[in-house]
């Protein structure tokens, strides 16, 4: 690992970094770590509907979408964001687009990497992000590829907040209290204008982990006061000096 405290996203679709961890990278950036976000499309034939709607052509539906991830990776302060351009619905990487995004992770060298829930039967591109995920990582480590190369240490993986939790098998054990970054995160979901009908849905989800957050950092007793936060669930285990 660098001295330099970095973060690597990887993202299925333009929106997903900023509704599932925006709050994450908006936070940790101004706790001076510099994080990268992959996109991996740009969601423009699944998840861009309001736009067809409105007459778009694929090329305007991608143009707008790259303009709406851009710009919320600048309200929440990104350090880099990459878009990868790959294509969704479906979202299929061949060789040398992984090979690239390994690339990414060993010079990024994250001390911990964000994506998606392992499944997801609404949306099979994000349980194959988060199985590339993997991949990139288990490559990234390995002392025979590209040897000469700085190999990867051994980041975290934390699988972000899936839209439907109950099914998706996804259960959190990390919760993260964004209230001091909550504005730039309700900045950057209002960027996603093609997705308008999920802004309030994420603030809520937002407020209902807070709750939680709030009754696991001691309760009534003297919890912290959040009102926003993100869920996370580690892959791999936590290595501590005190609990």
Known sequence: ???KKTVLVISAHAADFVWRCGGAIALHQKLGYEVTVACLSFGERGESAKLWKEGKTLDEVKSIRRKEAENAAKALNVHDI???DLGDY??????????????????????????HS??????????????LALDVRMIAQAWGHNPGEKVLGAPQLYLFEPHQTEQMGWKPDVFLDITEVWDQKRA????????????????NVAENRANQFRRNSGGQSGGRAAKYA?????????TVDEL
């Open 90 to 115: 479906p979202l299929v990487v061949d060789l040398d687009a992984k090979m690239r995004l390994v690339d990414l992770v060993r010079a990024v060298q994250p001390n911990f990497m964000l994506s």
């Open 1 to 3: 690992m660098t001295d």
């Open 118 to 131: 392992k499944y997801d039967p609404y949306n099979t591109d994000h349980m194959y992000t988060s199985a």
């Open 82 to 84: 990459q878009c990868f």
């Open 188 to 203: 950057a979901i209002e960027c996603m204008e093609g997705q308008h009908h999920l802004w309030d849905y994420y603030t």
């Open 230 to 238: 993100e869920g996370f669930q580690s892959v791999f285990p936590r």
